[in-house]
Nanobody
Framework: EVQLVESGGGLVQPGGSLRLSCAAS????????MAWFRRAPGKEREGIGT???????RYGDFVKGRFTISRDNAENTGYLQMSNLKPEDTAMYYC?????????????????WGQGTRVTVSA
């Protein structure tokens, strides 16, 4: 059974940091691109960034250096490190995996999705 399980969300104050994890199982993680998306209340889902097996990553324009994606292929786990968080970062955060091996920020490229973890940035 394919699973992507996010963890690490929660409540954080503005300016704070969080690291989200995405544990993958049931498929050959190392051959898949892994991406992070988010959906804020009342907004469309947007791509945060994606990373391929080699470690090469691509980010959405809004990230502006605040977020970093990484992956541990030996542990079948992906990570999203977020810093200098702002209230507008409040959203459900999802990881996704896609077989293309491409650095795509389009959700169409991703076959497997996690259930999401909620991040709330508030004082």
């Amino acid at each position: 059974e394919v699973q992507l399980v996010e963890s690490g969300g929660g409540l954080v104050q503005p300016g704070g940091s969080l690291r989200l994890s995405c544990a993958a199982s049931g498929f050959t993680f190392v051959t898949y691109s892994m991406a992070w998306f988010r959906r804020a209340p009342g907004k469309e889902r947007e791509g945060i960034g994606t990373i391929v097996s080699s470690g090469e990553a691509r980010y959405g324009d809004f990230v502006k250096g605040r977020f970093t994606i990484s992956r541990d292929n030996a542990e079948n786990t992906g990570y999203l490190q977020m810093s200098n968080l702002k209230p507008e970062d409040t959203a459900m955060y999802y990881c996704a995996a896609g077989p293309s091996g491409a650095l795509s920020l389009g959700d169409w490229a991703y076959l497997f999705w996690g259930q999401g973890t909620r991040v709330t940035v508030s004082a």
